[in-house]
C-alpha cells in the first residue's frame, strides 16, 4: 500500500498547488494518475486489481459529477478524485472525499468570513439547494466555474478543490499510519 500512498500524496500535491495558483488541475496530472492507477493494480492483482481500481475511479469520478453538473467545480477536479479512487479503491477514497468536503467547507467559510460575504454564501447555498432538487429541470447553470476563474476576485469566492483533496488524502494516510500504530500489539 506503500506505492500508491506515496504516488498519491505527490500527484494531489501537484495538483492542490496548480489549483491554488491557477484555478485549473491540468491533464497533465489526472489522466496520468488515473492510467497508471488502474495500470498498477492490473499488473499487480490481474482482473480483481482491474476491477477494484476501476470501481474505486468510477466512485471518485460518480461522487463529484452532480456538482461538476451544476456548474460549482471545474472538471479537474473529478478527474483527480477519479484518479486517487483508481489508484486508493473505494473506501479509501469515501474518506478521503469526505475530509475534503470538509475543509472545502471550512475554506469557503473563512472566505466569506474574510471577505464579508456570508450573505452571499447563504444565498449561493440556496441556490445550489434548489438547483439540486430540480435537477431534473435544471441542468444547465447560468454560470460555470471556469467562467468566475477568469474573474480578478476569484480568490475571493473559489474553494480551489483540488488542494482539498490534497488535504483529504495527507489527513486520511496519517490518521490510517496513527490508527494501525495504536491497534499494533506491543512486542
Not at 495527507?170 to 496513527?178: E, L
Request: net charge positive; aromatic share 6%.
Amino acid at each position: 500500500m506503500l506505492v500508491p500512498l506515496l504516488v498519491v500524496i505527490v500527484a494531489t500535491t501537484v495538483a492542490g498547488i496548480i489549483d491554488i495558483r491557477r484555478f485549473r488541475v491540468p491533464n497533465a496530472v489526472t489522466l496520468p494518475l488515473f492510467l497508471s492507477g488502474v495500470l498498477y493494480h492490473t499488473i499487480l492483482h490481474g482482473w480483481e486489481g482491474l476491477l477494484l481500481s476501476g470501481l474505486g475511479a468510477l466512485f471518485g469520478l460518480g461522487v463529484l459529477l452532480i456538482p461538476y453538473m451544476l456548474g460549482g467545480m471545474g472538471s479537474g477536479d473529478v478527474k483527480l478524485l477519479a484518479g486517487v479512487g483508481a489508484w486508493l479503491g473505494v473506501p479509501t477514497t469515501i474518506y478521503v472525499f469526505v475530509v475534503a468536503a470538509f475543509a472545502a467547507g471550512a475554506h469557503a467559510l473563512v472566505l466569506g468570513a474574510r471577505h464579508g460575504g456570508m450573505r452571499r454564501a447563504a444565498s449561493a447555498a440556496v441556490i445550489v439547494m434548489l438547483q439540486i432538487r430540480n435537477i431534473g429541470r435544471h441542468l444547465v447553470p447560468t454560470e460555470r466555474i471556469e467562467s468566475l476563474t477568469e474573474r480578478p476576485e476569484r480568490r475571493k469566492h473559489l474553494v480551489p478543490f483540488a488542494a482539498m483533496i490534497a488535504v483529504g488524502v495527507i489527513v486520511v494516510v496519517i490518521c490510517s499510519q496513527w490508527l494501525a500504530s495504536a491497534i499494533e500489539p506491543p512486542s
